[in-house]
C-alpha cells in the first residue's frame, strides 16, 4: 500500500520520518551517493519550500510548465526524491498504474509503480540513481512492475538512455496532445522479490 507520509529509506527498508528528518540511504554497489537520502514526498503535507524545489526542477527539466504549485495533484502529488541534505537533485511522481494521470492508461493495473514526472539535475548520474532506489522501494511497498512513458517529441531523446540502463521498451502510443498528434513509448522493470 502506498503511505501519503514521508518516508526515508535506509538500510533498514522504508522508515516513517517527520518532513525535516533524513537518515543515510540504502547503497548497493558502487554508488556514488553514499550519504545521499531518497525520501517520499507528499505535495499536500510538505513545506512550501520543499514544494517550489520539486516545482523548479521538474520544470526545468521539462522546459515548461509541467506542474504548477496551485495543482498539487496534476499528475500526482506523491515523489520520491533523492537529496544532498536539503539539496533536491532528482524526483519521480509515482501512483499505482489504475490512479495515473496519463494520456495512454492502457493496461496499467494497481501493481504497476507508475512513474510521471521524472527530473533530474543533468549529467552527473543523479537520475539513474534514483531509479536504482525507487526499484527497491516499490518493490517494499508491494509493487510488482515500475513503468513509464517516455515522449517522443521531447527536446532529448531518452529511448536510448533508458534501454542502455536496462529498461524494457514496451508498446509506442500515439495521440494527441495541444491538437497535435504526439507518441509516447511505455517501458518498464519487473519488481523480482530478492
Known amino acids: 500500500m502506498l503511505s501519503s507520509r514521508i518516508n526515508t529509506v535506509s538500510a533498514q527498508g522504508v522508515l516513517p520520518a517527520s518532513p525535516l528528518t533524513h537518515a543515510p540511504a540504502n547503497n548497493h554497489g558502487k ?10 514526498l507528499d ?19 521539462y522546459k515548461f510548465k509541467r506542474v504548477t504549485l496551485a495543482d498539487k495533484t496534476s499528475p500526482t502529488a506523491r515523489y520520491y526524491c ?12 509515482y501512483a499505482p498504474g489504475d490512479e495515473a494521470e496519463t494520456d495512454v492508461p492502457e493496461g496499467l493495473t494497481r501493481s504497476d509503480c507508475y512513474i510521471s514526472p521524472f527530473a533530474a539535475v543533468r549529467g552527473r548520474g543523479y537520475g539513474k540513481e534514483l531509479l536504482q532506489r525507487i526499484v527497491q522501494v516499490a518493490r517494499e511497498e508491494g509493487f510488482s512492475t515500475l513503468t513509464f512513458h517516455v515522449w517522443n517529441d521531447a527536446p532529448l531523446d531518452m529511448n536510448p538512455y533508458y534501454q542502455g540502463i536496462g529498461y524494457v521498451r514496451g508498446e509506442t502510443f500515439k495521440y494527441l496532445y495541444n491538437r497535435k498528434e504526439t507518441s509516447t513509448t511505455r517501458y518498464h522493470q519487473a519488481l523480482l522479490s530478492v
Not at 554508488?31 to 517520499?40: A, C, D, I, M, R
Not at 499536500?44 to 516545482?55: G, I, Q, T, W, Y
Open 31 to 40: 554508488s556514488l551517493f553514499k550519504g545521499y537520502t531518497v525520501t517520499t
Open 82 to 93: 533523492l537529496k544532498d541534505g536539503e539539496k533536491l537533485l532528482a524526483c519521480a511522481g
Open 43 to 61: 505535495r499536500n503535507h510538505c513545506s512550501a519550500e520543499e514544494e517550489a524545489k520539486l516545482v523548479a526542477l521538474i520544470n526545468n527539466a
